[in-house]
């Protein structure tokens, strides 16, 4: 079965220094995704004390994960990707967290379409 990621809530999130802030998408169960932060292997168990993931499986074989990071730091920004690959396939999500002084140059683009 090819890959299916879906990303719940904001792919792109403006956090400020101490904020919390969880990525969160759903899959199949039995999915094996990797998450990387800037091109980088994150680990299933993290070495920065303020990343954690979060997981559940629900009756009908739904995996939902979230990496969470307690207390956002200058860090981590930057572009965070899960990817999961099966039958030659490969599904990609990535999330985008962005200092706060971005926002208004974010949201020009977004709203003028560029």
């Known amino acids: 079965m090819p890959p299916s990621l879906k990303s719940l809530g904001q792919e792109t999130t403006f956090a400020d220094a101490g904020d919390l802030v969880r990525m ?62 099966n039958e030659g396939c490969i599904a990609r999500v990535k999330f985008y967290i962005k200092h706060p002084a971005g926002r208004l140059i974010y949201l020009m683009f977004s709203y003028f379409g560029q």
């Open 24 to 85: 969160t998408l759903q899959t199949h169960k039995t999915t094996k995704l990797r998450w990387m932060f800037e091109a980088q292997y994150i680990s299933e168990i993290p070495d920065d004390p303020t990343l954690a993931f979060e997981s559940k499986t629900d009756l009908n074989g739904t995996l939902i994960q979230s990496l969470v990071i307690s207390d956002v730091s200058e860090r981590h920004y930057g572009v965070y990707e899960v990817t999961s690959e």
